[in-house]
């Protein structure tokens, strides 16, 4: 655990302060960001109608190779302090404090987490360029999420860093799962992808578990580093996200298809 928490030189230069600061002037270009993306893509699809699909594996490949480097690291730096101190301090402590966002070996982590959004938005131009479907859970989840990250950068909230950890992880799956299907020498088991799904969906429950405890606290008037505001708009989206999930899951794992016996 003490590799884990040996600080990176870059992490040393961490500015909290500066950042907050850039943050507070340009979050809101995420709304234009945003709907732009939106335009792009159901724009993309209109296109493609008219054009033969292309392959991609390799860069499809190389792409959640990269992310899933990316989400390890990012999964053992956060993930390594949060499991100490929770060891240390316990669950109450652990899920209130804010300290994490402005320590220098970990918060740089927060912000790059943050960052991380924006590009991971082009993996929808695979989607669009191999003409595969498209679902609404997958774009509204892309912009939803990269909206809220940037939103709440400068007002922290404690029970954020769960749900930057629990991303970081289950992207470390879900990316390598990319990876190894865009191969195409190994054939991946079903049961892959319902884990896969099975853990997005307890990554949201989860969120509105720690969202809830959060707004319990302040009820309770028990110190707690949480805002009503951010509590509301973190219970909207993960509970959206919940059904969407539930959903999904329902739909290709579950009912049965057309045609088939019973």
């Excluded at 749900?163 to 190894?180: C, E, K, P, Q, T």
Aim: charged share 15%; hydrophobic share 45%; proline share 3%.
């Amino acid at each position: 655990m003490e590799l884990l928490q040996a600080p990176f030189d870059p992490e040393n230069h961490f500015n909290f302060s500066a950042t907050v600061e850039w943050m507070d002037t340009w979050w809101t270009q995420c709304f234009y960001i945003s709907a732009l993306y939106v335009l792009l893509v159901h724009w993309g699809q209109h296109k493609m109608k008219e054009n033969k699909k292309f392959g991609l594996r390799k860069p499809l490949f190389l792409w959640s190779l990269a992310l899933a480097a990316f989400s390890a690291i990012g999964f053992f730096r956060v993930g390594g302090q949060f499991v100490t101190e929770l060891q240390s301090t316990g669950w109450h402590e652990t899920l209130c404090t804010i300290d994490f966002y402005k320590a220098e070996n970990h918060g740089v982590w927060c912000f790059i987490f943050l960052l991380s959004k924006l590009p991971e938005l082009f993996d929808t131009l695979f989607i669009v360029l191999r003409k595969q479907k498209l679902i609404f859970l997958h774009w509204y989840h892309h912009i939803t999420v990269y909206c809220f990250c940037w939103y709440t950068y400068s007002t922290p909230n404690g029970h954020t860093r769960l749900f930057m950890i629990m991303n970081y992880f289950v992207h470390l799956i879900m990316y390598s799962y990319y990876a190894i299907r865009a191969q195409g020498f190994v054939k991946v088991p079903r049961a892959v992808s319902i884990a896969i799904t099975c853990l997005q969906l307890i990554q949201m429950l989860c969120g509105i578990a720690a969202c809830s405890y959060s707004l319990l606290m302040l009820l309770n008037d028990v110190p707690c580093n949480a805002q009503y505001r951010n509590i509301y708009v973190s219970l909207l989206m993960y509970s959206s996200y919940a059904i969407l999930f539930a959903r999904f899951f329902y739909v290709n794992y579950l009912k049965k298809k057309e045609g088939t016996s019973s």
